[in-house]
Antibody, heavy 122, light 106 residues
Framework: QVHLVQSGAEVKKPGASVKISCAAS????????LHWVRQAPGHRLEWLGW????????RYSQNFQGRVTITRDTSTTSTYMDLTSLRSEDTAIYYC???????????????WGQGTLVTVSS | DVQMTQSPSSLSASVGDRVTITCRAS??????LTWYHQKPGKAPKLLIY???SLQTGVPSRFSGSRSGTNFTLTISSLQPEDFATYYC?????????FGQGTRLEI
């Protein structure tokens, strides 16, 4: 059974950085890409980027370019999302999600972590 | 970015009703459209991918269709556990984008 377990809630001051972990189990970690999506209060879901757990290749949303870094550790089958220069608008629940690559060439998310609340406040 | 627009933004319905939610893409996304629903305090749950393919384990009362850049999610007979917020998502063009959500309530 696929499990994605994320680290706990964080409270950060503006300008700080946050690093969230997502521990994966129940599947061949290296065969999948892991994506990060956030949900700010009153806003739609927003995609941040992904990492292929096997080769470590990454792709980020231009909306976060330069502020987000996604890494993975194959020894612990975990992925990490690092967001820098935090501002109040970054207050959100952050999710990791396992992506399925359809034979047509598109991704959809079949399993999600439980979410990590990041609060940015002075 | 591809803009995804859902309608309605909220919808009141009753158990047993047939419900339809629409998602319109700002440009062609082929059939690279996924539907999720989300209950308060929980992560989104996959319902349909590829516009019309039902995820394993999802009840057959859920169905999806496509007409050009317009996509529809239909619930044939609402059950109590279906009251949630529904989101569409496109992954045809990076960045992956989501609709604003449709809140389905009693």
């Amino acid at each position: 059974q696929v499990h994605l377990v994320q680290s706990g809630a964080e409270v950060k001051k503006p300008g700080a950085s946050v690093k969230i972990s997502c521990a994966a189990s129940g599947f061949d970690f290296s065969a999948y890409s892991l994506h990060w999506v956030r949900q700010a209060p009153g806003h739609r879901l927003e995609w941040l980027g992904w990492i292929h757990a096997g080769n470590g290749n990454t792709r980020y949303s231009q909306n976060f370019q330069g502020r987000v870094t996604i890494t993975r550790d194959t020894s612990t089958t975990s992925t990490y999302m690092d967001l820098t220069s935090l501002r109040s608008e970054d207050t959100a629940i952050y999710y990791c999600a396992r992506a399925i690559l359809h034979t047509w060439g598109f991704y959809y998310f079949d399993s999600w972590g439980q979410g990590t609340l990041v609060t940015v406040s002075s | 970015d591809v803009q995804m627009t859902q309608s309605p933004s909220s919808l009141s319905a009753s158990v047993g009703d047939r419900v339809t939610i629409t998602c319109r893409a700002s440009q062609t996304i082929s059939s690279y459209l996924t539907w999720y629903h989300q209950k308060p305090g929980k992560a989104p749950k996959l319902l349909i991918y590829g516009a019309s393919s039902l995820q394993t384990g999802v009840p057959s009362r859920f169905s999806g269709s496509r007409s050009g850049t317009n996509f529809t999610l239909t619930i044939s007979s609402l059950q109590p556990e279906d009251f949630a917020t529904y989101y569409c998502q496109q992954s045809y063009i990076i960045p992956i984008t989501f609709g604003q959500g449709t809140r389905l309530e009693i």
